[in-house]
């Protein structure tokens, strides 16, 4: 079934992201929501930020350097009466470690919150490339990682083709939006 996840005359949905960050660079944040916009058009979605909200000395978004200090961010993250994140949350911090493999770094996750796994949430790091938040987003909405070259969801790119969704994913996205927005995700 082709129906869109979509708003009225087929226009995207708006999602709004709650962004966790302390002085965040407009530019690199415009180019992340750029990619995922374009990425998520198809599944009629699309994604802007609602609001910025630094970090407090409790959970500093410097370094987020292991699994309690991930669980740690769900603390900030609005929940819906319904059980689902009111918004999509986003943390952005300027080191992100690998906590299967200390100290190398990674780009970005899509993380659970462990002992409440209704709580889930996106983590980027300021090194991040123009696409990790799209692919986070990916995650977000139900997607695992995908074998095919420059699938947003791969890690292979050869640069032939631009990044992108295939139908599956796109229908998993609509699908996951559709299940999030029934259960208390705000999306006009
Ligand atoms: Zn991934």
């Known amino acids: 079934m082709l129906t869109a996840f979509a708003g009225p005359e087929g226009a995207p949905r ?5 962004l966790h960050a302390d002085a965040p660079d407009a530019t690199w944040i415009a180019a992340q929501l ?30 987020i350097d292991d699994r309690a200090a991930r669980d740690a961010l769900a603390d900030d993250v609005a929940m819906s009466p319904r059980g689902e994140p009111a918004q999509v949350n986003v943390f952005l911090t300027d080191r992100l470690i690998d906590v299967d493999d200390p100290p190398s770094e990674r780009m970005g996750v899509h993380w659970h919150r462990r002992r409440h796994r209704a709580v889930h949430y996106v983590i980027v790091s300021r ?8 692919h986070e987003l990916g995650h977000y909405f139900g997607n695992p990682h995908s074998r095919t070259p420059n699938n ?8 032939t083709t631009p990044p992108f969704f295939d139908a599956a994913q796109l229908a998993r996205i609509r699908s996951h939006a559709r299940r999030y927005v029934r259960a208390g995700l705000e999306a006009r």
Not at 14 to 18: A, G, L
Not at 54 to 61: C, D, E, I, V
Not at 127 to 134: E, G, I, K, N
Not at 152 to 159: A, K, L, Q, T, V
């Open 14 to 18: 708006s999602v709004p992201i709650v």
């Open 152 to 159: 947003i969801m791969s890690y292979e790119r050869d640069g």
């Open 34 to 63: 750029e990619n995922a916009n374009a990425l998520f058009a198809p599944a009629g979605l699309s994604f802007s930020i609602a609001e910025t909200v630094p970090s407090t000395p409790a959970r500093p978004l410097a370094s």
């Open 127 to 134: 090194r991040a490339w123009p696409t990790t938040l799209a």
